[in-house]
T-cell receptor, first 112, second 113 residues
Framework: DGGITQSPKYLFRKEGQNVTLSCEQN?????MYWYRQDPGQGLRLIYY???????QKGDIAEGYSVSREKKESFPLTVTSAQKNPTAFYLC???????????FGPGTRLTVL | ELKVEQNPLFLSMQEGKNYTIYCNYS?????LYWYRQDPGKSLESLFV?????AVKQEGRLMASLDTKARLSTLHITAAVHDLSATYFC?????????????FGTGTRLTIIP
């Protein structure tokens, strides 16, 4: 089955810790994206990548970092510099130029 | 900066009624997407509208695009409970090598039996 997987589904972080969220796709898509969704809000773009070894900041990149070493994988690290990381994180992928984005199931991050 | 606005933000309607959700955007674009999100779940793609006057229909949902007015509508016909969800529109922000989607704030639709 082709699709996008994210892990873990739930993640708890202590203050001051860095955590990494996994995103993998087997759709052979060129582009991958990370979004953040706060309760009752829309999606805000954190980072996106059009090709391997290249990525661009989105609207709210501060406190986050990414890498794109493989076409299939686009992990997101939430660093201790992110002041309010509790949110629902969604990964997506698409062909490039921008085409329909397909979303993974999401990771719900809670800071304790 | 591209801004995407949806209205209403919340919509409660009875089964069997018709209603329309509106999506306005602030800069030129010729591609618009509609997504559905169930509570606590991810987003599911519904429609992509690629040109002025485009109309797409799937079941009780019909989406249209007017690029001159910078407006898309999502029309619900004879609503049923299963359509309860949050609906998002998203618009391509075009630029040199910098295309990306900007999402609206969403419309939370509740269908009352």
């Amino acid at each position: 089955d082709g699709g996008i997987t994210q892990s873990p589904k739930y993640l708890f972080r202590k203050e001051g810790q860095n955590v990494t969220l996994s995103c993998e796709q087997n759709l052979n898509h060129d582009a991958m994206y990370w979004y953040r969704q706060d309760p009752g809000q829309g999606l805000r773009l954190i980072y996106y990548s059009q090709i391997v070894n290249d990525f661009q900041k989105g609207d709210i990149a501060e406190g986050y970092s990414v890498s794109r070493e493989k076409k299939e994988s686009f992990p997101l690290t939430v660093t201790s510099a992110q002041k309010n990381p509790t949110a629902f994180y969604l990964c997506a992928s698409s062909m490039w130029p921008v085409d329909t984005q397909y979303f993974g199931p999401g990771t719900r991050l809670t800071v304790l | 900066e591209l801004k995407v606005e949806q209205n209403p933000l919340f919509l409660s309607m009875q089964e069997g009624k018709n209603y329309t959700i509106y999506c306005n955007y602030s800069t030129t674009s010729d591609r618009l997407y509609w997504y559905r999100q169930d509570p606590g779940k991810s987003l599911e793609s519904l429609f992509v509208l690629l040109s002025n006057g485009a109309v797409k229909q799937e079941g009780r949902l019909m989406a249209s695009l007017d690029t001159k007015a910078r407006l898309s509508t999502l029309h619900i016909t004879a609503a049923v409970h299963d359509l309860s969800a949050t609906y998002f529109c998203a618009v391509v922000q075009e630029g040199v090598g910098n295309e990306k989607l900007t999402f609206g704030t969403g419309t939370r639709l509740t269908i009352i039996p």
